[in-house]
């Protein structure tokens, strides 16, 4: 964001919050870590792309916002408040210390087994919880998946929502596409508008966090065998296993058989756990 855009932005929200710098930019908005003036907190502001805000409507935007901060859970990010001013959109959300689950992927390019499994149990947790408020993500990636204190929070949970809500056609003008293609869903990626639970779980399938292996398989083509591999026979694995890490291609060819609430799928990384844990010699 230019300075002179900037320095409105914070004249614009110098009551309530003082920006301090810009954390980063996305296709839809610009993240900026902010003061909470009044209960003297670190948080952070995001901030819409002007045209984006244009085409969407202060109060539409913000009526459809409304959904996003009735979620709570301890996985999904909360909002904490959401406004317009001066012609600028923006909604806030807590500053969280850690880093994303794409850092940390850059860093370490495959997570141990431990740590993917309760990444991918406690994501999918929150997808069941925000999927029976009728409310879909529309944009679960690892930029998106936060790590703090040993946990994943799920951010930006209703925002993608709201901004398809209250942009319809307009959106559409934009030549803004709502969602990473890398992990849209076939109905999302066709722009399918009315799209339900199912597509966030094909999402997270196709996540890293769904199965470590996944991860290397994208990222780096090798025909060489692990040499954990050649040592040791690989065991039976259970059906939970499988569940978990084939879920994308069963969503592929046949939507019907994603499960809309992901709940059982989080039963299904937890049995996988448990499996790993007692094959460990």
């Known amino acids: 964001m230019p300075d002179r855009t900037l320095d409105r932005l914070k004249a614009a929200l110098a009551d309530r919050y003082a920006i301090q710098k810009e954390l980063g930019a996305g296709g839809m908005a610009t993240v900026y870590l902010a003061e909470d003036l009044k209960h003297h907190r670190k948080v952070a502001v995001k901030v819409l792309r002007p045209e984006l805000a244009a085409a969407l409507g202060g109060e539409r935007f913000l009526r459809e916002i409304e959904i996003a901060a009735r979620l709570h859970h301890p996985h999904i990010l909360p909002l904490y408040d959401s406004g317009e001013a001066e012609g600028f959109l923006y909604y806030v959300m807590p500053y969280v210390e850690g880093e994303s689950l794409r850092d940390r992927l850059d860093r370490e390019r495959q997570l141990p087994l431990d740590d993917a499994i309760q990444i991918a149990r406690e994501v999918a947790d929150a997808l069941a919880s925000a999927h029976s408020h009728d409310v879909v993500h529309r944009d679960i990636k690892p930029e998106n998946i936060l790590l703090e204190a040993g946990h994943a929070v799920v951010a930006d949970f209703g925002i993608a929502r709201a901004i398809t809500a209250a942009g319809g056609e307009q959106l559409t003008a934009t030549g803004l596409a709502v969602g990473t293609p890398a992990y849209m869903s ?30 290397k398989q994208r990222t780096q083509r090798s025909n060489s065998i692990p040499t954990w591999r050649q040592r040791t026979p690989m065991p039976a694995m259970p059906r939970s296993f499988w569940a978990s890490t084939t879920m994308p291609s069963a969503c592929l060819n046949r939507p019907e058989r994603c499960q809309t609430i992901p709940g059982s799928w989080a039963g299904s990384v937890r049995h996988t756990r448990s499996w790993a844990t007692e094959m460990r010699p």
């Open 186 to 215: 076939p109905e999302q990626s066709s722009g399918e508008q009315r799209i339900d639970g199912r597509s966030d779980v094909y999402s997270l399938g196709s996540s890293p966090a769904s199965t470590r292996m996944r991860w």
